[in-house]
């Protein structure tokens, strides 16, 4: 059973259009994230929501906006695709607390932008 | 700003321990060090993390400085599985906010 999937693995679009990725974890976590990997492998946060509240919310532009219906979906929607936006997001996911946290990240997204 | 340093890369010989250092001298008091890899374009996957005291898993030990400026993580045996980047990171467990720098390419060699 996969913890973290993600989906589409792969994709192409055009500039200017509009996209999102999915994110379900069935590990019975709180707690989900958003990560973007550059062309550089710099691995950086964007978002994170506990109980489908935002509470890491980086500096990333507003035409990111994450969703969370629920505890176990995290997803991700993008308007105005630029360029620079292409790179691998990966999702994750864990339990918050004091001592903590594992986080299980996802296969990744391969977003390309042309 | 990823407040950890790393060798940018190093070689290990398959079977041997690998060990991995790591500098944050800045470290926070209740700020726990976590330990992560990727393997070619997976995936991050966790490791092992700490505060104060020594710990130990399946996959490795990662041993503090008492002053907990410094850390090292050792895979005990190392594959050429192993082969992979392995960031050391400092992270609050409250938030889960983790910074991921450049990391350490670690290569195993047979």
């Known amino acids: 059973d996969t913890a973290v999937s993600q989906t589409p693995k792969y994709l192409v679009t055009q500039m200017g259009n509009d996209k999102s990725i999915k994110c379900e974890q069935n590990l019975g976590h709180d707690t989900m994230y958003w990560y973007k990997q550059d062309s550089k492998k710099f691995l950086k946060i964007m978002f994170s929501y506990n109980n489908k509240e935002l509470i890491i919310n980086e500096t990333v532009p507003n035409r990111f906006s994450p969703k969370s219906p629920d505890k176990a979906h995290l997803n991700l929607h993008i308007n105005s695709l630029e360029l620079g936006d292409s790179a691998v997001y990966f999702c994750?996911?864990?339990?918050?607390?004091?001592?903590?946290?594992?986080?299980?990240f996802g296969p990744g997204t391969r977003l390309t932008v042309l | 700003d990823a407040k950890t340093t790393q060798p940018t890369s190093m070689d290990c010989a398959e079977g041997r321990a690998a060990n991995l250092p790591c500098n944050h001298s800045t470290i926070s008091g209740n700020e726990y060090v976590y330990w992560y890899r990727q393997i070619h374009s997976q995936g991050p996957q966790y490791i092992i993390h700490g505060l104060k005291n020594n710990e130990t898993n399946e996959m490795a030990s990662l041993i503090i400085t008492e002053d907990r400026k410094s850390s090292t993580l050792i895979l005990p045996h190392a594959t050429l599985r192993d082969t992979a980047v392995y960031y050391c990171?400092?992270?609050?467990?409250?938030?889960?906010?983790?910074?991921f720098g450049q990391g350490t390419t670690l290569q195993v060699k047979p």
């Open positions: 994750a996911s864990s339990r918050l607390g004091a001592f903590g946290n594992e986080q299980f």
């Open positions: 990171i400092r992270g609050s467990g409250n938030t889960g906010k983790l910074i």
